[in-house]
């Protein structure tokens, strides 16, 4: 599977590898999503988990803040995606979940 057969699927992958400390494959997965971005829509969301994975929590607020910007219906998923769950006692988690109003927040 590449990329760009499914970006959204890609995205759990580099979450995944990232989750089996396989640094390397989830960064070439994200690198991979980020240059598809370039020549179709690849959700913002997809890169956030990735991110979520690799504990950069920076980049996934900034990618989870476009995914909410673009009205990505995955924010809605937000209390559920255990991928996210290393962010959620991140206050600007709470803030998310408050903007796109979302109990919890």
Do not use: C, H
Not at 3 to 10: C, G, Q, R
Not at 58 to 71: G, H, P
Not at 75 to 86: H, K, M, P, W
Request: hydrophobic fraction near 40%; charge should be negative.
């Amino acid at each position: 599977m590449t990329t760009e057969d499914n970006p959204s699927v890609s995205g759990y992958l580099g979450f995944a590898y990232a989750a089996a400390d396989e640094k390397a494959e989830a960064q070439r997965v994200l690198d991979e999503m980020k240059e598809l971005s370039k020549k179709q829509y690849v959700p913002a969301y997809s890169i956030a988990i990735i991110y979520a994975g690799l504990n950069d929590k920076d980049q996934a607020f900034e990618w989870l803040n476009k995914a909410y910007a673009d009205r990505s219906f995955y924010i809605a998923l937000l209390n559920f995606e255990s991928t996210l769950d290393n962010l959620r006692p991140d206050p600007r988690f709470k803030e998310l979940l408050r903007r796109a109003n979302l109990p919890g927040s």
